[in-house]
């Protein structure tokens, strides 16, 4: 089945503490992003990545990192995570040179204590 | 920057009934897209438009696009309660080859019986 897994999916931790998201995709996609989605304000994107080796910031990069080794995976990283980040992350993936919808994962909910 | 506004932010409607969202974006996009997203869940891709005057439908769900205007309409046909969901449009933002995502804020529907 075509999907993008992300873990976990359910996240309390306490601030400073470092800590990884993992995203995983098995569609070949080249394109993967990571967005977090806070009420009021939409999703806003963090990080994307066109292919392996490859990442640019979105318009809320502050406070994470990324890394794009394999096609599949691309992992967010909290190096020390603050309140502020608590929020619903989802993370995406779609082909590039096409004009297809992104996939998305089912989502990762933070809290930072 | 490239800003995308959906209005109305909220919508309540009667079962039956029909109503229209709009999508302002401020910027030329070559592509925008329409997502879903039910409660507590993650999204789920609806419409994908890709020219001036692109319309498509499916069931009850109509979107449109007029670039010039920079305005996307998604119509809403005798609404029904399962249509109750938020629901958001995208852009690209397509700069030296690279795709930035840019959402609305969405609108969260909800159909009564």
């Known amino acids: 089945e075509a999907q993008v897994t992300q873990n976990p999916r359910y996240l309390i931790t306490v601030t400073g503490k470092k800590l990884t998201v993992t995203c995983s995709q098995n569609?070949?996609?080249?394109?993967m992003s990571w967005y977090r989605q806070d009420p009021g304000l939409g999703l806003r994107q963090i990080y994307y990545?066109?292919?392996?080796?490859?990442?640019d910031k979105g318009d809320v990069p502050e406070g994470y990192k990324v890394s794009r080794k394999e096609k599949r995976n691309f992992p967010l990283i909290l190096e020390s995570p603050s309140p502020n980040q608590t929020s619903l992350y989802f993370c995406?993936?779609?082909?590039?040179?096409?004009?297809?919808?992104?996939?998305f994962g089912p989502g990762t909910r933070l809290t930072v204590l | 920057e490239l800003k995308v506004e959906q209005n109305p932010l909220f919508l309540s409607m009667q079962e039956g009934k029909n109503y229209t969202i709009y999508c302002n974006y401020s910027?030329?996009?070559?592509?925008l897209y329409w997502y879903r997203q039910d409660p507590g869940k993650s999204l789920e891709s609806l419409f994908v438009?890709?020219?001036?005057?692109a319309v498509k439908q499916e069931g009850r769900l109509m979107a449109s696009l007029d670039t010039k205007a920079r305005l996307s309409t998604l119509h809403i046909t005798a609404a029904v309660h399962d249509l109750s969901a938020t629901y958001f449009c995208?852009?690209?933002?397509?700069?030296?080859?690279?795709?930035?995502?840019?959402f609305g804020t969405g609108t969260r529907l909800k159909v009564l019986a």
């Open positions: 995406a993936s779609s082909l590039v040179f096409s004009y297809n919808e992104q996939f």
């Open positions: 569609m070949n996609h080249e394109y």
């Open positions: 990545s066109m292919n392996v080796e490859v990442t």
């Open positions: 910027t030329t996009s070559d592509r």
């Open positions: 438009l890709l020219s001036n005057g």
């Open positions: 995208a852009v690209v933002l397509n700069t030296s080859g690279t795709y930035k995502y840019i």
